[in-house]
């Protein structure tokens, strides 16, 4: 269906066929066949049976506590992720490079050990829980836990998406606009936000979007209490462990929607923002 | 997606006298960063060295562990180098060809980073567990797949499918083809042009999108533990034994088993950030 259509332009170089070949192979294997296989598993319940699994009262409780817990991650991350982008840009100070490496731990280290190390710091016993706990605030095995698991895995996001942005803006503007008078809050406000804002909108998606399908750091820290501390993934993870395989199948289904919807949201953001700024 | 690959720049920064608004500013910077980042890193090694390097050493090399440790850099010989000839090959199709569905095909190879592990392990399990759609099949022909080491392989090979495409794609992109194309003309093979064109030009970034690919393949704990069944001694990745020996309360165990994981993530971002430097110039 390729090769011989006339919009295909080969030029001189060789390897379309294989490399379409290998290409469409290893996509098929690997990514289209097991998510065609969930899909007929799930088709094959029947509308009425996937239903009533997607709205029981313990699957509507995991996407209240995953939202709420992903939102208020999302929320640390834009914070946290505004703040070091800027500093990073836009200060020098002894230890830069060094926190500017640090930055993409979390993408480095795997998120069992995150959760391993998130637990034991915020336990009562632990660096950060012998303070918090008497102060009334709990953190591991509570809903507050599964927000830090979530914020500590997709930190770099909304950093690493700003960054860049930040960087590329040219200075003559916020320059001109300090002549006028204009106060460094003011040109933060009227200058530099608009103009980073589709990168921190995006990069909060992502955040956002990777918080909602996080497992790894949250088996630790949650203490995987029913209406209480049970996300979604581990909803579905406790129904497999229970030989569950449609409420599996089903649970599982909702995650794969709305994560694609997430996948929408966030290529319609970077378009957005990158049409942005090839405007500006 | 983003790829962390903006270097600190010198010259856009304000040389200015400090303010106290820009000291409080990198203080809260500064603070932060080490209390989410620096902390939790600083507890797995001192949890792991706490009782001295002999009682670390004894943890470490129990069989089970080292058995997982060796289960888990297995895995990684496996999926790292398919991955980068699946890689190499998506770059050289959407970057040195314009066809129809060219997008789609770029969207598509992304998906596997927007879908959760457990999603991913559950995916697998339903195409080739017995309740799966080759189930019934496999079990004709006598063929295991779900809970032994293949499919520790497969999941993983789903997982980081995306990582070395999306560094050499927009890479070669902006290279563009014209030294391959003047390669050809003057009369090299495919497998020339690639070798002595390409893969000089690209080498940086393939071996940075293979040492993201590797940490991850390494760390990927949700898929894994779906799909592996965590079989004590014979299908338990170190990231599982990390959990298994965190749930038997050998805390030290743990500990000691997830400070190698740990080691391998500085490694990665210092690796990271050599490879950045070479790829960006």
Not at chain 1, 34 to 42: E, S, Y
Not at chain 2, 251 to 273: H, M
Request: with cysteine; charged share 15%; hydrophobic share 55%.
């Amino acid at each position: 269906m390729f090769s011989k259509s006339s919009r295909i332009r080969k030029g001189v170089l060789p390897g379309f066929g294989i490399t379409m070949g290998v290409t469409l192979l290893y996509m098929v294997i690997i990514v289209a066949l097991p998510l065609l296989a969930m899909v007929l598993k799930t088709a094959s319940l029947g509308w009425a049976e996937f239903w009533s699994i997607v709205t029981s009262d313990r699957a509507l409780s995991t996407y209240r506590i995953t939202l709420g817990t992903a939102a208020i991650a999302t929320l640390i991350n834009a914070s946290f992720g505004l703040l070091l982008a800027w500093v990073l840009v836009r200060y020098e100070f002894p230890g830069k490079r060094l926190i500017d490496g640090l930055i993409d731990l979390p993408f480095a280290l795997p998120t069992a050990i995150a959760g391993l190390a998130l637990v034991t710091v915020f336990s009562r016993n632990g660096w950060f829980g012998q303070y918090l706990e008497p102060m009334g605030i709990k953190i591991a095995y509570a809903p507050l836990g599964i927000a830090i698991a979530m914020a500590f895995t997709s930190a770099p996001f909304v950093i690493r998406t700003v960054q860049p942005v930040l960087e590329d803006l040219s200075d003559d503007v916020e320059q001109a606009a300090q002549t006028l008078g204009a106060r460094p809050w003011q040109i933060f406000r009227h200058i530099i936000w608009p103009m980073i804002f589709p990168a921190f909108l995006a990069g909060s998606a992502l955040s956002f979007a990777r918080s909602l399908g996080e497992f790894g750091a949250i088996v630790f820290i949650s203490g995987n209490l029913p209406f209480k501390t049970e996300v979604t993934s581990l909803l579905v993870f406790i129904r497999l462990d229970e030989f569950d395989y449609p409420s599996a199948a089903a649970l599982a289904m909702v995650m794969l929607i709305v994560a694609f919807l997430m996948l929408l949201t966030t290529n319609l953001i970077q378009a957005w923002q990158l049409r942005y700024a090839e405007r500006s | 997606m983003a790829n962390g690959r903006t270097a600190v720049r010198d010259n856009g920064a304000q040389k200015k006298k400090r303010g106290p608004w820009q000291v409080a500013l990198i203080l809260a910077a500064v603070g932060l960063s080490a209390l989410f980042l620096g902390v939790p890193l600083a507890v797995i090694f001192t949890s792991a060295f706490g009782g001295g390097v002999g009682v670390f050493w004894r943890e470490i090399t129990e069989p089970s562990t080292l058995h997982a440790i060796w289960l888990t850099v297995l895995t990684a010989i496996v999926v790292v180098p398919i991955n980068m000839i699946f890689g190499i090959c998506v770059a050289w199709l959407v970057t040195r060809f314009r066809f129809p569905g060219r997008r789609l095909l770029i969207t598509f190879v992304e998906i596997p980073f927007s879908v959760s592990p457990i999603v991913a392990g559950v995916i697998y399990l339903f195409l080739y567990g017995s309740q799966g759609l080759l189930g019934p099949f496999l079990e004709a022909h006598d063929i295991r797949i779900m809970f032994t080491v293949p499919a520790i392989f497969l999941v993983s090979l789903f997982v980081t499918c995306p990582f070395v495409a999306r560094e050499l794609i927009p890479l070669m992109e902006v290279q563009g083809s014209d030294e391959e194309e003047a390669a050809i003309t003057l009369g090299a093979t495919g497998l020339q042009t690639f070798f002595y064109v390409t893969l000089p030009n690209i080498k940086w970034a393939l071996l940075y999108g293979a040492v993201l690919c590797n940490a991850r393949v390494m760390g990927e704990f949700g898929a894994t533990s779906i799909v592996s069944g965590a079989i004590r001694g014979k299908t338990n990745t170190l990231p599982l034994q990390v959990e298994l020996l965190f749930n038997d309360y050998n805390t030290v165990g743990a500990f000691a088993a997830a400070s190698t994981l740990a080691f391998i993530a500085l490694l990665t971002l210092v690796l990271k950030y050599i490879l950045e430097r070479k790829a960006h110039g």
